[in-house]
């Protein structure tokens, strides 16, 4: 019996925690777009899991208009072992139904929409490997790519062969009558586990000043969404989730700022859902086609990419200084945004650290988080001008700068080695004052022993809101170079310098 309840219980919790991601856009005072957000609305049918309207509509990523709804459609499994291609959405059993797919559905519930509605099918399966639908979903926002679709003019082609199973599936005469239906429709495969879903539901929450609950055996919200279901009241706007939090004694002493969310991406997380984004697309520079995994495509340098950076940066301070600087990036484009929004620019920056003991936290130099100084070791190891820093804060790089020094770097005459109080591990750095501590503890010491004409060289093994932080105090260690590690050993397993700051 318990075995048959556990997974109904996660799949509950899953699907409020992707509610309460949304309902804090309500407090959020850089969305005053959203307006109401539903938990189990009325309809429309297989896609009334989680409604979010806005006004005006917020953009669309993937093409002209706003979007004035999103409908979601949440289908949670308790393992990864879940694959689909384009022939399981005609079929019920996909989504758990006896007698109606997801497409019919998708379709009854587009005849009562409003213009500009979006219909999301989240679900924590993936799509077979091979399998066309692989091609029609966007990386950018899930959507499908109805151009991709209309490709080849007979139902024997490979993308007519989709046309005609949906087209007939759906008892449509024309392939324009199957684009209606499609348009607006997104697919966000591999959706994020539930202990994830947990963590941005606390991070969400403490962004917009309530308290996260990160680190406590229950998540309080799982029985608050409970709670909701029966007292009957699953729709809230503004002011009523405002008041609801009030009641539930849900808000943190002090609530923080407002600010901007400001988002830069080398990495590809994954498809996110548009309306669930942490910044704006006009307030996010995505360099993702540069890169393959972790690595620079053939042909593409890392110096090209550092004047798109630095002028998207200028252009975000220009506008308000105030940020909260999201980084789905490398440590080295975390040191280089800060040293581009050095102390000297007046940015007023905190960020957003996801790691493993950490995800979801917001840290700020001025939060208050304090820890020990680090212990920083000084070694000769020539008579060069350059200095290499071997900042080991999650996992001591000490052996692997060692040798690249000796192999790469003849013109380094000291390596810094620098290590936590307590010695290096995925929670070393307590928080943002503690990080700007050891950010500034280090950059003294450089200072102090760097000879005109010198390079520093920064290997960092830590947090990026560290590798931050270090950055804005680049002006006082003067040229740095920061460096890339290859983890997988895809190429040679040693490092690659990157920006010359």
């Not at 899991?49 to 005006?56: A, F, G, K, N």
């Not at 005469?173 to 994830?196: M, P, R």
């Not at 890169?291 to 798109?308: C, D, I, K």
């Not at 790691?355 to 939060?367: H, S």
């Amino acid at each position: 019996m318990a075995n048959a309840v556990e997974p109904r219980w996660h799949g509950d919790n899953y699907q409020s925690r992707f509610f309460w991601v949304h309902a804090a856009s309500l407090l959020d005072a850089e969305r005053p777009d959203v307006v109401e957000v539903t938990f189990e609305a009325d309809g429309p049918k297989a896609f009334d899991d989680v409604v979010v309207r806005y006004d005006p509509g917020r953009p669309s990523a993937s093409g002209p208009g706003r979007v004035t709804v999103d409908y979601h459609q949440i289908k949670w499994h308790a393992d990864r072992s879940g694959r689909f291609g384009y022939e399981d959405l005609i079929d019920p059993a996909f989504i758990g139904a006896t007698s109606v797919s997801i497409l019919e559905r998708l379709r009854n519930a587009k005849a009562g929409a409003p213009e500009g509605a979006a219909f999301t099918l989240i679900t924590t399966d993936k799509i077979k490997d091979g399998d066309l639908l692989s091609e029609l979903v966007s990386p950018k926002d899930g959507s499908l790519r109805l151009q991709d679709l209309a490709v080849g003019r007979t139902a024997a082609s490979r993308m007519g062969r989709v046309r005609e199973c949906w087209r007939e599936h759906l008892g449509l005469e024309t392939d324009e009558q199957l684009y209606d239906v499609l348009a607006g429709f997104h697919i966000k495969e591999n959706h994020e586990d539930l202990e994830s879903l947990r963590m941005r539901v606390s991070l969400q929450f403490r962004i917009v000043g309530l308290v996260g609950a990160e680190t406590s055996t229950t998540f309080l919200y799982d029985d608050a969404a409970r709670q909701l279901k029966i007292k009957n009241l699953n729709r809230f706007d503004r002011a009523s989730f405002e008041e609801w939090c009030r009641s539930e004694k849900w808000f943190l002493p002090a609530r923080p700022a407002s600010r901007r969310g400001v988002a830069i991406r080398t990495f590809l997380p994954g498809v996110t859902p548009s309306d669930m984004l942490e910044a704006l697309p006009a307030c996010t520079i995505t360099l993702t086609d540069s890169f393959e995994g972790r690595h620079l495509r053939e042909g593409r340098t890392w110096m090209e990419l550092r004047a798109p950076i630095t002028e998207f940066l200028r252009r975000m301070l220009a506008e308000r200084a105030d940020m909260r600087l999201f980084l789905d990036a490398h440590a080295s484009v975390a040191f280089l945004a800060g040293a581009t929004l050095g102390f000297k620019t007046g940015a007023d920056v905190e960020i957003v650290q996801k790691g493993q003991n950490n995800p979801g936290q917001v840290w700020n130099a001025r939060d208050g988080v304090d820890g020990p100084p680090p212990k920083i070791d000084s070694e000769r190891v020539g008579d060069g001008k350059d200095v290499a820093l071997a900042i080991g804060l999650a996992r001591d790089p000490i052996a692997q700068v060692r040798e690249y020094v000796a192999s790469a770097l003849p013109a380094v005459g000291t390596i810094l080695h620098v290590l936590p109080d307590k010695g290096d591990g995925q929670n070393a750095v307590l928080g943002g004052s503690h990080a700007a501590a050891i950010a500034s503890a280090v950059s003294r010491v450089v200072a102090n022993i760097r000879k005109p004409g010198g390079t520093v060289h920064v290997f960092v093994s830590g947090p990026n809101a560290f590798s931050f932080m270090l950055g804005q105090q680049a002006e006082s260690m003067g040229r740095c170079i920061p460096y890339e590690f290859d983890f997988n050993g895809r190429v040679d397993g040693s490092y690659r310098p990157t920006f010359e700051i």
